[in-house]
């Protein structure tokens, strides 16, 4: 953090040429001792996330797509949530295609279906961390790239019942975040391509679609002229991103009218409304204040800590483009786009999740604009302090506070990891262990579907069977074997080590 803070100030004597060449030995030395650090930390996560950490309901319920598709059934789920019968396009489904399809294309090699799963969100994190070095080597050098970079290893969604484990969880936040972070990257030069990007990103997860009015601001900031003048100019730049934006969604939908008819399309449709206009949730009564306290309790630090660091950063990130905004030159006009975007999208993201009482506290909701903003924020604030006064309380003060924030990161990362290894929760290799034997008496009598006992626990357990997935209070499931904890209340067709399956009531 030393570094980090002699990296953004100007000292008022130059010291000798001696002196200099030392300093700036020393600085390259910290700098790639942090950079292997934090490449240690992502390791280990990242690993952790494949191997480790148990597979959960979400991301079997996902899984049943690829599986479906490779069975010959088209892109459906088991529709375990919608009656327990193949269910085409299941709106329930709300990862994408852009990840559930390559999983597919993994799972057609024979790999095994958790690791194939996983295989592919791990890439998409692999994509964000690259893509965030990039934003934020442009923006302030290679310690604002490594500000960058630390950020997603200090957040934590794991929190709750619908967490996002780590980077590997088969789930479409993360996806959709490396998609946005690379869309920015690609915007000033080629904003077709990043309208691509981003409808990517809204088919990997939908709620995407809340980053749109971060680039429209990105488009503006970008555009010549004043007024009325850069308005016009950013609707004449706006209009091809946006009808790339489109694209993918309008192929996705156009595979499901062919698959479903005009009728079926049309069901189809009106599930979707129900379930972006519910959220896929019931109403969890929870306050604003509520989602706000548990957003600042996601970075495994006390939440005032974490509260000190989102203030530190908007206010070096007002400092900065409020002094560069009518000199900039082109490449700071980048960086201001860049940093306005963030804004607009950190708060699009946060600020949905919070006013939705429907939604429950999972931090998860909105992670794919914390993980696509908040870093850019960071990048911008180190961008920041070389844009102060270089005389008086201003360029100190701002070092103090871009050396806090690199502290809060690197704390934050640094107890993220330890907590992860430290972890004493269920895992994959116990989950297997328990499943074997329901897993090869499910081979062996050809059984088809398996009802889960109740939406939670028995559900990853039932996928990796490899039957079907139902749940037992749907009517399809009535003949059906029930894995549960309990004792049957039926025979007992096979018992693993905590969980049997249970023959029909």
Not at 54 to 66: G, K
Not at 335 to 352: R, S
Not at 377 to 385: F, G, K, P, S
Request: proline share 6%.
């Amino acid at each position: 953090m030393v570094a980090l803070a002699a990296s953004v100030r100007s000292a008022p004597r130059r010291p000798s040429s001696g002196a200099r060449t030392a300093m700036m030995r020393l600085r390259t030395a910290l700098f790639w001792a942090a950079a292997a650090a934090l490449v240690i930390g992502h390791v280990v996560l990242a690993w952790h996330s494949l191997t480790v950490a148990r597979f959960w309901e979400d991301e079997a319920f996902n899984l049943t797509v690829p599986r479906n598709l490779l069975a010959g059934l088209g892109y459906a789920s088991d529709g375990a949530l919608s009656g327990s019968t193949i269910t085409p396009f299941d709106p329930r489904i709300s990862t994408g295609p852009v990840v559930l399809l390559p999983v597919a294309a993994l799972l057609a090699t024979g790999m095994d279906p958790v690791l194939a799963g996983r295989l592919v969100p791990l890439a998409f994190w692999g994509l964000l961390l690259a893509g965030l070095a990039v934003l934020g080597r442009r923006i302030g050098g290679r310690w604002a790239a490594l500000l960058a970079v630390g950020v997603p290893l200090a957040f934590t969604a794991s929190a709750g019942v619908s967490p996002l484990q780590g980077p590997a969880d088969l789930l479409g936040e993360i996806p959709a975040a490396a998609l946005l972070v690379w869309a920015l990257a690609v915007l000033p030069r080629r904003a077709w391509l990043a309208g691509l990007l981003v409808g990517l990103a809204v088919q990997a997860k939908l709620i995407a679609a809340l980053a749109l009015p971060a680039f429209a601001v990105a488009l503006w900031v970008l555009a010549e002229g004043h007024g009325w003048a850069r308005i016009r100019g950013t609707l004449r730049s706006s209009w091809l991103p946006l009808l790339f934006s489109a694209v993918p969604t309008a192929l996705f939908e156009l595979g499901a009218l062919l698959a479903l008819g005009p009728a079926g399309f049309v069901d189809h449709l009106r599930a979707f409304v129900r379930f972006v206009r519910s959220g896929g949730q019931t109403d969890a009564a929870t306050t604003v204040l509520d989602k706000l306290g548990t957003l600042a309790e996601s970075w495994s630090l006390p939440p005032v800590v974490a509260l000190l660091g989102a203030v530190l950063t908007l206010a070096l990130v007002a400092l900065g483009v409020a002094r560069r905004w009518r000199t900039a030159t082109e490449e700071e006009r980048v960086v201001i786009a860049y940093a306005l975007a963030a804004v607009v999208g950190a708060l699009a993201f946060v600020a949905w999740w919070a006013t939705a009482s429907r939604l429950p506290l999972w931090v998860r909701h909105p992670a794919p604009g914390i993980l696509a903003f908040f870093p850019v924020l960071a990048a911008v604030a180190v961008w920041a302090v070389a844009r102060l006064p270089e005389r008086g309380a201003w360029r100190v003060g701002g070092t103090v506070a871009a050396a806090l924030i690199g502290a809060i990161v690197a704390t934050g990362a640094a107890l993220h990891v330890a907590d992860t290894v430290s972890s004493r929760g269920l895992t994959l290799a116990e989950q297997r262990a328990d499943v074997e034997p329901l897993r090869a008496w499910v081979e062996e009598n050809d059984v088809e579907w398996v009802a889960a006992e109740r939406w939670g626990w028995a559900v990853p357990l039932v996928v990796l069977t490899g039957a079907h997935l139902g749940l037992q209070d749907a009517p399809s499931m009535t003949e059906a074997p029930r894995l549960a904890l309990d004792d049957c209340g039926t025979a007992t067709l096979v018992s693993g080590a905590t969980s049997r399956l249970c023959a029909a009531r």
